[in-house]
């Protein structure tokens, strides 16, 4: 299972008022003296490397405002907006891209971002003496990134760099990238705006080697902020960078605070020490339930779904119409009150609400009493003669509460028998890759990037993910047809055949799509949430600024 994190349309939580004085002069909003946000961070990053890091909120939560990839999402999601590079331009082929830079781009020490700083934090990240955590996304889309991803760090150690400049990734001149592609790819602009592909400098690495990150003072970054202190386990400090293109942010520091613990956080909201934090499951009944709180209450539905896993290919769920009652027995409003203390929505379909792609209209794992009855009448087996058990990680809260409530939903709503099995990981995970279960889960994933391309493969038949056996040519046929699809209303078309398929045949149940909440403090200005953000406001920091209070 994947999991990092992460509307149609942009939340404004709290927009930037105009005022006008006496005079009638309109001006702008004033501003509390002290200019500082202190933000939550659930955990320590790792690295603040963008090779290095493994796109989990609190990395990429710190990237954004040091690290500035070629483009950047836009907040709705409905495309991607310059960032390090003004412009871009694509072959007819959708083979070749070129990236124009901006030229009053520069990293905080004053010097300017160039094309080949880009050429080599790609190559880094294809690099198999790296091991990037992105580097399959970035291999399989760049010309012989596969090829070289593949090689051995010791065996092929004399080649390696010789490899990488057979890589499709030119600095044409200072201010020209150009990338070419192993094949058309339309998903390829989204890669562009991940934190994983920000520049980085050679020279800074060379100096420093595999510590240039740790520091504040060889982290070099061309991001709106840069890093000025670490400390371990309690908070990393940005500040402006002087030097950043796009002007100087209001914001004079970013405070991120390490808790990861709920109740401690929310404390330190209450008491004004935090501007922002994630409110967890525990303490989200209490916050929905305050009358204060509930007021600055931010909720952004993430690019995250779960389902459960039936194994298809052995009775009974061999049987299609009982794999459809299963699913339309349950009811997904109460497993997103239940379980997820309202932190979600009820999913019936793979691509979740808020990305393109997302197809309300397919309706067959719908929850639906009287059709699952019908459903299940339909397979020619009544109720008693249903026994089915359901493998779960016994070690996980969530998983075993899944696991529970959806045994209640089908021992009551349809009468069958299901036998709940708590197993140790290991022991799960042997079992699955064996195929040894009948349901299991829940798996999930969770989006890199905000394309329909980055979800449809987890069920191709050939996808170390698709546990369930499930195996449909048609599905496989869309699916690869689609990803190199240069035309948007026809790739549109074969992802949503391949989608419907996937819903129609059930070898998964779609349960729900998390819903992420924040408190924001009210003094805290500029703020537009999206789906792809680590906090609110995350996208865009240089926006931000704090009102008097």
Not at 51 to 80: C, N
Not at 283 to 291: E, I, R, T
Not at 391 to 396: A, K, L, P, T, W
């Amino acid at each position: 299972m994947k999991l990092s994190r992460r509307l149609v349309g942009a939340l404004v939580v709290s927009l930037v008022v105009l005022g006008a004085c006496q005079s009638g002069v309109t001006v702008g909003p004033r501003l509390a003296k002290d200019q500082v946000l202190r933000l939550m961070l659930e955990d320590q990053p790792s690295s603040l490397d963008p090779g290095q890091t493994q796109q989990y909120p609190y990395e990429t939560a710190v990237q954004r405002a040091i690290s500035e990839p070629l483009l950047k999402a836009s907040p709705d999601l409905s495309g991607v907006v310059p960032a390090a590079a003004q412009s871009y331009e694509v072959n007819g082929s959708g083979t070749a891209y070129v990236f124009h830079l901006r030229t009053n781009a520069k990293y905080w020490d004053g010097t300017a971002v160039k094309a080949q700083d880009f050429v080599y934090a790609w190559q880094r990240l294809i690099d198999p003496r790296l091991a990037a955590p992105n580097e399959t996304l970035f291999a399989d889309a760049v010309q012989n990134g596969q090829r070289v991803a593949l090689m051995d760090p010791q065996r092929d150690a004399s080649t390696l760099d010789a490899a990488l400049a057979t890589l499709g990734l030119k600095a044409v001149d200072d201010f020209t990238f150009q990338v070419q592609l192993a094949q058309p790819d339309p998903a390829f602009i989204w890669l562009a705006a991940m934190p994983a592909g920000a520049p980085v400098r050679k020279d800074v690495v060379a100096k420093s080697a595999d510590k240039w990150a740790a520091s504040p003072a060889t982290l070099v970054t061309n991001g709106p902020f840069k890093v000025t202190e670490i400390v371990s386990n309690d908070h990393i400090s940005v500040e402006r960078n002087p030097s950043y293109w796009g002007g100087k942010p209001t914001l004079t520091r970013i405070d991120y605070m390490i808790v990861n613990d709920g109740a401690v956080a929310l404390t330190r909201y209450k008491n004004g020490e935090l501007d922002e934090i994630s409110v967890q499951s525990a303490q989200a009944g209490a916050v929905a339930a305050d009358a204060t709180l509930s007021r600055q209450l931010v909720k952004t539905p993430n690019l995250t779904v779960f389902w459960i896993v039936f194994r298809v290919n052995s009775p009974p769920l061999d049987n299609l119409k009982l794999r459809q009652a299963l699913a339309q027995a349950i009811d997904r409003d109460a497993f997103v009150a239940q379980v997820l203390a309202g932190e979600g929505l009820p999913a019936t379909t793979l691509i979740p609400k808020t990305m393109h792609g997302y197809s309300p209209s397919l309706t067959t794992q719908k929850f639906d009493l009287a059709q699952a009855r019908a459903s299940l009448a339909a397979s020619g087996l009544t109720a008693k003669q249903v026994s089915v058990t359901f493998s779960y990680d016994q070690s996980s809260d969530f998983r075993k509460a899944t696991a529970k409530f959806v045994h209640d939903q089908l021992v009551n709503n349809l009468g069958i028998n299901v036998v709940l099995q708590g197993l140790d990981p290991n022991t799960l995970g042997s079992n699955r890759e064996s195929g040894q279960f009948q349901i299991t889960g829940p798996d999930g994933w969770s989006a890199d990037y905000a394309d329909q391309a980055d979800w449809y493969d987890t069920f191709l038949t050939t996808s170390s993910y698709n546990v369930s056996f499930w195996q449909k040519q048609e599905y496989d046929n869309f699916v690869r047809v689609a990803r190199t699809d240069t035309h948007p209303g026809a790739r549109d078309q074969e992802y949503l055949q391949a989608q419907s398929m996937l819903v129609s045949d059930v070898p998964v149940v779609f349960l729900a799509q998390t819903v992420s909440w924040y408190l924001v403090q009210p003094y805290v200005r500029g703020v537009i949430t999206s789906p792809v953000d680590e906090w609110p406001g995350a996208l865009a920091p240089g926006q931000l600024s704090i009102a008097p209070h």
